[in-house]
């Protein structure tokens, strides 16, 4: 089979694009025949040494997958085989990953696509997706009438949060850095949405909420703590998924004298009955039209490298190039 691959973890021209042998699925598993796949900050970190874990060589790369099962595995009775199915977490702990032609998958870390959504969607929504859910309700529990702050409403986990928010009946307020983010924000439900490059952020967000933000959505690599807590409601939640190197300083008093929580937490770590929850309000979503997916650009599968680049180059590089998933077909 086809598949984009690394033999040592290194810059985005380490990934190779060539023949593997396709993989069985064990006990357990399913064998996708993969349609589509999304490529995630994390998979350009896992892919650089930036987060250090035991890789199979060659390793796959890639979390995310959508496409159609095509054996089972011993004991695998969930999903027979012609079953269009999605899902995420894989390319991590030891697993290997998504962007080949097959990929051997739990059956328990994959979903069923629902009718008329199409694989690219699904792929695209996979971990954001899930990781949105996870933040927004078991830890922040963020209920209808509320008002969340999301960073960077246009992007891939901006936009998703941004929208989940709106299906239960939140206000949102975001940012973006140009005018055509901000449509973007304003399509996909914001209440308000501000210019971080030319407005004052802070003013805006005390303008649409005097009381303060009940949930804070923190996608900044170097939250300022300060600022967001004197943001931040008597007893709001502040939800915390990026800057694993920061060292930020802590306004303790503040926090604690307002009552709020800090909640950080890694998707890939959450039980996996969660993460099928999870799927299960994405999928509905997704039907419902309440959600979708925020996708920039597709590509196919052997431009892996050039993805990772695009995609590295705006995580870590900020060039404000992309708005929204990229996401790579098979």
């Known amino acids: 089979m086809q598949a984009a691959f690394i033999n040592e973890t290194g810059p985005p021209s380490a990934i190779q694009y060539g023949e593997l042998p396709r993989p069985q699925p064990g006990p357990g598993q399913v064998l996708v025949k993969v349609a589509a796949v999304a490529v995630n900050p994390i998979d350009t970190y896992i892919r650089g040494g ?58 328990d870390l994959v979903y069923p696509t629902p009718n008329g959504v199409n694989d690219v969607d699904a792929a695209a929504t996979a971990l954001v997706g899930i990781t949105a859910w996870l933040g927004l309700f078991p830890r922040a529990k963020l209920s209808a009438g509320e008002t969340l702050f999301v960073n960077g409403g246009s992007g891939g986990v901006g936009s998703t949060v941004v929208q989940m928010a709106k299906a239960v009946g939140a206000r949102v307020i975001t940012t973006a850095g140009n005018r055509e983010k901000l449509d973007i924000c304003k399509q996909l439900g914001a209440d308000v949405a501000v210019n971080y490059k030319t407005d004052d952020v802070d003013a805006a967000i005390r303008q649409a909420a005097p009381q303060g933000v009940d949930v804070w959505w923190e996608t900044l690599r170097e939250p300022n703590f300060d600022r967001s807590v004197s943001l931040l409601a008597p007893g709001g939640r502040m939800i915390v998924m990026a800057g694993r190197d920061a060292r930020p300083e802590f306004p303790v008093g503040p926090f604690y004298v307002k009552g709020c929580s800090l909640f950080g937490f890694a998707m890939f770590n959450a039980p996996r009955e969660e993460q099928a929850r999870a799927a299960d309000d994405v999928n509905r979503w997704l ?44």
């Open 50 to 107: 930036l987060v250090a874990m035991q890789l199979p060589r060659p390793f796959v790369i890639g979390c995310d997958l959508a496409g159609v099962v095509e054996s089972c595995g011993e004991g695998a009775t969930r999903y027979a085989p012609g079953t269009r199915v999605w899902g995420s977490n894989q390319g991590l702990l030891g697993r290997q990953g998504t962007f080949a032609e097959y990929a051997a998958v739990d059956e």
């Open 287 to 330: 039907v419902e039209g309440k959600l979708r997916p925020r996708i920039d650009r597709v590509l196919p599968l052997a431009e892996a490298a050039a993805a990772h680049q695009l995609q590295e180059d705006n995580t870590l590089g900020l060039a404000g190039t992309l708005s929204g998933k990229i996401v790579l077909t098979v």
